[in-house]
């Protein structure tokens, strides 16, 4: 695939959706003008669809944007169909864009990480009332609660760039009285030096960019911990795997002392 395409495939995809759209317009007024047969609508999401399949796939796009590519003309055609007033979708619209309107930059959805998660990420935290824990990314907060409350002798923070889930993550610390800070920020922008225990649950697109902050940044002996996504083009091994019970690995590095990650044994905390 080619490199500016694997770095934006968010925006090659969505200049494909555009490209299918305007060509299976002309494609149907120029068949009206020439065969005398106009597209039914239906026809013509189905025209859509298949331009937009073809292109992912001339293009080497990963194979779930062949599904987003095809499924999203579709879902518009049947929300379409429902003729719901338009302010039901301007409001959709605009709570979608405060959740996951910072995709387009990022490529890391909002999506919780289990409680399951949480609890095993508790056990990494040492004792000592001069700990601190960084959620990179906190979402709506669940991880940070949980923390919060189970150990009172940590500093818990959170950072999140998408401004929805993180009114949500700080109205619930507010209002349930729970001691951890929810800050609104691109976590690029915010030092790791301070903190020993970081946890993130990001996407494979961010991982490179978290390794170099790391590195540079966290203090010998900190915890880096990561949830699903592993380092890519490091040599880094799982420590802890959840697949027995079906669910995603959990990876684990303590800093080493000349900057370099080191796995950390799971049988030392579980
Ligand atoms: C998969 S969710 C994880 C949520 C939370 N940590 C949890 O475990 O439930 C990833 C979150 O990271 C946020 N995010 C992605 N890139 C970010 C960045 N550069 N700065 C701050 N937040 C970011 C997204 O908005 C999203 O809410």
């Not at 993180?166 to 209002?175: D, F, M, P, Q």
């Not at 010998?220 to 799982?238: D, H, K």
Request: net charge positive.
């Amino acid at each position: 695939m080619n490199k500016t395409i694997a770095a934006s495939p968010q925006w090659i995809s969505l200049l494909i959706l555009l490209c299918g759209w305007l060509i299976s317009r002309v494609l149907s007024i120029a068949t009206v003008d020439v065969l005398g047969l106009d597209f039914s609508p239906g026809m013509l999401v189905w025209c859509q669809v298949s331009l937009a399949v073809a292109m992912t796939f001339c293009l080497s796009l990963p194979s779930w944007w062949l599904i987003i590519n095809a499924a999203f003309p579709t879902a518009v055609f049947y929300a379409m169909a429902l003729n719901w007033p338009p302010i039901v979708f301007m409001v959709g619209l605009l709570v979608l864009l405060l959740i996951y309107g910072a995709v387009f930059l990022t490529r890391v959805p909002y999506h919780p990480s289990p409680s399951k998660v949480h609890a095993l990420v508790e056990k990494l935290v040492p004792e000592g009332s001069d700990q601190q824990f960084l959620d990179l990314g906190s979402g709506m907060g669940g991880m940070c609660l949980h923390l919060a409350v189970r150990r009172p002798d940590c500093k818990v923070f959170g950072i999140e760039m998408a401004p929805l889930p993180w009114l949500v993550s700080w109205l619930r610390a507010r209002y349930s009285f729970i001691p951890c800070e929810f800050v609104r920020g691109d976590y690029q922008n915010h030092s790791l030096q301070n903190y020993s225990v970081i946890f993130a649950y990001l996407s494979p697109a961010a991982m490179s960019a978290l390794w170099e902050k790391a590195c540079l940044e966290m203090k010998p002996g900190a915890l880096l911990v990561s949830y699903e996504f592993g380092i890519l083009g490091q040599s880094i091994m799982p420590t802890y795997s959840t697949n027995k019970t079906g669910a995603a690995p959990l990876y684990v590095w303590r800093m080493g002392s000349n900057s370099v990650l080191t796995p950390m044994r799971s049988n030392t905390w579980r």
